[in-house]
């Protein structure tokens, strides 16, 4: 049997961030093929076509199926466990996105080269910064025309703060491409023509100036990439483990991930560089993964492939000890003890059911309801794993049923997809009524027709003149008392009965927050 010491040690467990169409879904498939699990990389690819027919909803609920299957994806190479955590695509869903980023250990950043930083690609990583997350940057799409690779490492340092070293050097562009050097291990990397599903050999070189590169390339080229080189060693730093490991120096990779070139360099490059499972914040203390007690936290929910079928699964990322099946986990928000009687593993082909797994793994466990998003699991400690963000949704509207004799079924309805992070839900002071708030507009058709195929409950959704809501939090109790009493019409609650501020437009949510200055009005809440 392993040590749990050495289980650690070779796992990578990361997620890929980008804007819509930079490339993620290919170079996903492109990552899976090395571990072998091609069947998957065609899902991943039908997924990643279903998501670009955005206006059409019952393409994004295809997707939220098939993503049960591959939203994990384990695989080996050379020796280490990838565990891959897939992010919805759709900007609708980033929430989701968020959630998964505080479950990596690590990032690959994919960049357009004919675009660099693009909007979403900002905003995951900045989602990535607040936890330090080292990021390791693929340039692609080199095979189309792009910008200056100078000009792509000076926006990402300047619009990242993030220092730049290259790990390799493209050699041309567009058609000219001809590959890479490696400036991590001398070599150079030529395209293949007609061979995308096999990576290229790379070709030992003694260092720039050996007649090889002459002999291969075209003399233009040559100078070129000599040039550039030498450019590129004076103006970047030299890649340093510790200063990527803290989050402040990216190793950037260029390719093209579509003809499968530079994508091994990059893997590589994430099983040598970053870091294994890291130690879990929790209020009581850091936990660390080779401890030897188990310990877990959840960061996502997700409703069965089934709709009429109530039961969810909830990802779980170990964070410390050894998992096995059958074990009995306390769940330190109800207390309650639980036996893992079916734990998932999300193996690249398949789902299978986890017999074993260890820190940094993401097991799904089947339930009725009972765990939740920020839930933390442990043999028996009382610990709290934090840094798990809930954001206020930024559209808000009441929803009812149009039936009012099912307000009941609703009202579960709306709490079970609360729970599970799909929506936020908010049940007003004075005539419980229900805000639903998302991040996305096209979440409001997902939900009603989710309420109403999953609860048998058809609904409206209807403007409910809301601008934002705000969880208000306070040092003094007195004087919470203070501002719910004076203001019940514009407070509600959510789903964990946390109080939360209404705000109808933007100079009501700032009047109020001036004229309370003693009260914190939070867009995020922490789940703990
Ligand atoms: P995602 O939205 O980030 O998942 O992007 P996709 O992987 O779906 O890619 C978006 C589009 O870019 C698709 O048409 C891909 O075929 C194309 N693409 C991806 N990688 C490359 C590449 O390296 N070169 C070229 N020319 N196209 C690419």
């Not at 402040?248 to 360099?265: H, K, Q």
Request: aromatic share 8%.
């Amino acid at each position: 049997m392993s040590s749990l010491a050495e289980e650690v040690a070779r796992r990578r467990t990361f997620a890929i961030i980008s804007h819509p169409d930079a490339g993620k879904t290919t170079l996903t498939e492109k990552l899976l093929l090395f571990g072998g699990a091609i069947q998957l990389a065609g899902a991943v690819k039908a997924r990643g076509q279903a998501r670009r027919a955005r206006s059409d909803w019952m393409k994004v609920e295809q997707e939220r199926g098939i993503s049960v299957a591959s939203s994990v994806m384990t695989y080996d190479y050379a020796g280490r466990t990838f565990n891959l955590l897939d992010t919805p695509g759709h900007e609708d869903f980033s929430e989701d996105t968020y959630r998964t980023l505080t479950a990596v250990d690590s990032a690959v950043m994919v960049i357009d080269a004919a675009k660099g930083i693009e909007e979403q690609t900002r905003k995951l990583f900045e989602v990535c910064r607040l936890r330090d997350v080292p990021i390791v940057t693929f340039v692609n799409k080199l095979d189309r025309e792009s910008r200056d690779p100078f000009e792509l490492l000076d926006e990402v340092e300047q619009t990242l703060a993030l220092d730049v070293s290259p790990a390799s050097w493209p050699i041309g562009m567009g058609s000219r491409f001809k590959g890479c050097y490696d400036l991590l291990r001398d070599q150079l990397i030529l395209v293949e023509r007609g061979s995308h599903d096999r990576p290229a050999e790379g070709i030992q070189c003694s260092g720039l100036d050996d007649p090889k590169l002459d002999e291969l390339l075209p003399a233009d080229q040559v100078r070129e990439l000599r040039e550039q080189v030498e450019m590129v060693r004076g103006l970047c730093p030299e890649f340093d483990l510790e200063a990527f490991r803290h989050g402040t120096m990216t190793p950037v990779f260029f390719g093209s991930a579509l003809n499968n070139f530079g994508v091994r360099e990059l893997l590589e490059g994430v099983a040598e560089f970053s870091p294994p499972p890291r130690p879990q914040p929790a209020v009581e203390r850091a936990i660390d993964p080779a401890e030897d007690k188990v310990s877990a936290f959840v960061f996502k929910i997700q409703a069965n492939m089934d709709p009429k079928h109530r039961d969810r699964i909830a990802f779980v990322r170990l964070s410390s000890g050894h998992f096995r099946r059958g074990m009995k986990l306390k769940h330190i928000r109800s207390g309650k003890v639980l036996t893992m009687h079916n734990p998932v593993l999300f193996l690249a082909r398949d789902r299978e059911t986890a017999e074993e797994a260890w820190p940094g793994d993401i097991i799904g466990i089947p339930n009725h309801g009972n765990l939740r998003i920020g839930d933390t699991l442990t043999e028996g400690e009382e610990l709290h794993v934090t840094g798990i963000p809930s954001f206020a949704p930024e559209l808000l509207q009441r929803v009812r049923p149009t039936d009012p004799m099912k307000m009941k079924h609703l009202s579960r309805a709306v709490e079970q997809l609360a729970e599970e992070g799909a929506a936020k839900a908010f049940k007003t002071r004075l005539g419980s009524q229900w805000i639903v708030g998302v991040v996305g507009a096209l979440q409001f058709e997902v939900l009603a027709d989710r309420i109403r195929t999953e609860y048998d409950v058809p609904v409206t959704f209807e403007t409910a003149g809301l601008h934002t809501a705000r969880w208000i939090a306070a040092d003094d109790p007195a004087e919470l008392k203070r501002f719910t009493d004076a203001h019940q019409g514009d407070l509600a609650e959510d789903h964990d009965g946390d109080p939360v501020f209404l705000a109808r437009n933007g100079w009501h949510l700032k009047h109020t927050t001036d004229t309370w200055p003693k009260l914190r009005f939070l867009a995020t809440k922490e789940q703990v």
